[in-house]
């Protein structure tokens, strides 16, 4: 069974990791699901772990990881640099599993541009202004950066149409079962 590459992208603040972790947890699949983990220069947020959520690097290490090759796909969004490491994604590709990844817009379009066999997912909200609140509600950027991040999401919201499927994220597992779905289609 030759693997499966399923690229997950839509808001910040959407539910997009919960979604995928739902899924990995509690939805029997066809195939076996991992999820890539990416590199970044974001720092850590509370409760994030090294190597399961992220791996958390300097610019220097990140830049290296360019230089090298490292990366499938990478790109900078609000102010800092997010890459997926290719090796990982290719071995479990051969190993007939599907990989999951958790990018933003700029990365989906240059994964769909090498790999146009990927499968990809927009996760949308239910309402707008529910996902500001629930993105100034977590805590974890400044205002600033929430109004960046929300202004991303609405010139992102353009490219809908790019994507394969679509899914709103009204309870969190309908989406993962959805998510699911696809899969095994
Ligand atoms: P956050 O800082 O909220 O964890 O992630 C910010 C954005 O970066 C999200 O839209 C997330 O999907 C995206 N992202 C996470 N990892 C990667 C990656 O490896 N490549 C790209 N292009 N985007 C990523």
């Given at each position: 069974m030759r693997g499966l590459l399923l690229v997950v992208s839509g808001p910040s603040g959407v539910g997009k990791s919960t979604i995928i972790e739902e899924m990995l947890a509690g939805v029997r699949t066809g195939r076996e699901c991992v999820f890539s983990v990416s590199m970044t220069t974001r720092p850590p947020r509370e409760g994030e772990i090294e190597g399961v959520n992220y791996r958390f690097v300097t610019r220097e290490r990140f830049q290296r990881g360019i230089e090298n090759g490292e990366l499938l796909e990478y790109a900078e969004y609000a102010g800092n640099y997010y890459g997926t490491p290719a090796p990982p994604v290719f071995q479990a590709m051969e190993r007939g599993k599907c990989v999951i990844l958790d990018i933003e817009l700029k990365g989906v379009l240059q994964v769909k541009k090498h790999m146009p066999e990927a499968v990809t997912v927009y996760i949308r909200p239910p309402d707008w202004d529910e996902l500001a609140k629930r993105l100034r509600g977590?805590?974890?950027?400044n205002e600033a950066l929430v109004v960046e991040r929300l202004e991303i999401a609405r010139r992102d919201f353009?490219?809908?149409?790019?994507?394969d499927y679509v899914i709103t994220n009204g309870d969190v597992k309908t989406a993962a079962l959805e998510l699911a779905n696809i899969v095994d289609s």
């Amino acid at each position: 069974m030759r693997g499966l590459l399923l690229v997950v992208s839509g808001p910040s603040g959407v539910g997009k990791s919960t979604i995928i972790e739902e899924m990995l947890a509690g939805v029997r699949t066809g195939r076996e699901c991992v999820f890539s983990v990416s590199m970044t220069t974001r720092p850590p947020r509370e409760g994030e772990i090294e190597g399961v959520n992220y791996r958390f690097v300097t610019r220097e290490r990140f830049q290296r990881g360019i230089e090298n090759g490292e990366l499938l796909e990478y790109a900078e969004y609000a102010g800092n640099y997010y890459g997926t490491p290719a090796p990982p994604v290719f071995q479990a590709m051969e190993r007939g599993k599907c990989v999951i990844l958790d990018i933003e817009l700029k990365g989906v379009l240059q994964v769909k541009k090498h790999m146009p066999e990927a499968v990809t997912v927009y996760i949308r909200p239910p309402d707008w202004d529910e996902l500001a609140k629930r993105l100034r509600g977590r805590g974890t950027e400044n205002e600033a950066l929430v109004v960046e991040r929300l202004e991303i999401a609405r010139r992102d919201f353009e490219h809908i149409g790019s994507f394969d499927y679509v899914i709103t994220n009204g309870d969190v597992k309908t989406a993962a079962l959805e998510l699911a779905n696809i899969v095994d289609s």
